[in-house]
């Protein structure tokens, strides 16, 4: 079970490394790459292509973070069946490893989203990866992030805050659950793990922020 471990990392990696925002622009004759960020996330899909492009982007970063996710978890039962009896003990390290599986391709679906071989190892912010794949881990935690995430992305008209809300909502609720025992320790790894993601890929938005020079959103 633990040697699977590293190959739902690697699973999650190559699903969160298709450029959807790359692809889908090019579709309309644009080179995402060559406008505004030059990310390939919704946002910046909007800026290169608009609305009919900003949407399947959108849909697509999600998707693929959901997928790693649900798709680890299948892989993991299906080679794995659970015996007829287990111990507390084995019983326990099942779903660690099943937890630690599925975490770890949540974090490298994000990863790849920012980071992908795909696209010379660059990608976009994680924002939207983030909020589809903890939603996908944990149902509650992944909603509050959502409607964190949200709510500052329409109060301030920037998405860079409202990715970085999304993330650090997402390690803040997962750590202080894993604390209390609420929720599995792997998803705490999950939380470190986005939040560096994300923070690393907004480098130069966090500079625009303090200089008040980061970018709006507007609807034209």
Not at 40 to 58: D, E, M, S
Not at 61 to 69: E, L, R
Not at 95 to 120: P, Y
Not at 160 to 186: H, K, N, R
């Amino acid at each position: 079970m633990w040697a699977f471990v590293p190959l739902a990392a690697l699973i999650g990696y190559l699903l969160g490394s298709i450029p959807v925002g790359l692809w889908v622009c090019r579709m309309y004759g644009v080179d995402i790459r060559t406008v505004g960020s030059g990310r390939i996330g919704g946002t910046n899909a909007w800026r290169a292509a608009g609305l009919k492009a900003a949407v399947p982007t959108i849909i697509g970063d999600a998707v693929k973070g959901v997928v790693a996710v649900l798709l680890v978890r299948w892989l993991f039962f299906l080679l794995f069946p659970e015996p007829g009896s287990m111990s507390v003990e084995d019983a326990l390290m099942r779903k660690n490893a099943l937890d630690l599986a599925a975490a770890l391709a949540g974090g490298f679906a994000v990863i790849g989203h920012n980071w992908s071989f795909l696209n010379g190892f660059k990608g976009g912010a994680g924002g939207i990866t983030t909020a589809a794949t903890t939603l996908a881990l944990n149902p509650l935690v992944g909603g509050i992030t959502i409607i964190i995430g949200a709510f500052l992305i329409w109060w301030s008209r920037i998405a860079s805050i409202g990715t970085l809300a999304v993330a650090v909502s997402a390690f803040a609720l997962f750590l202080i659950l894993s604390v209390d025992e609420i929720s599995p320790w792997p998803f705490a790894i999950y939380g470190v793990m986005v939040l560096a993601a994300v923070v690393i890929a907004l480098r130069s938005n966090r500079e625009k922020l303090r200089e008040q020079k980061e970018r709006i959103i507007t609807l034209w």
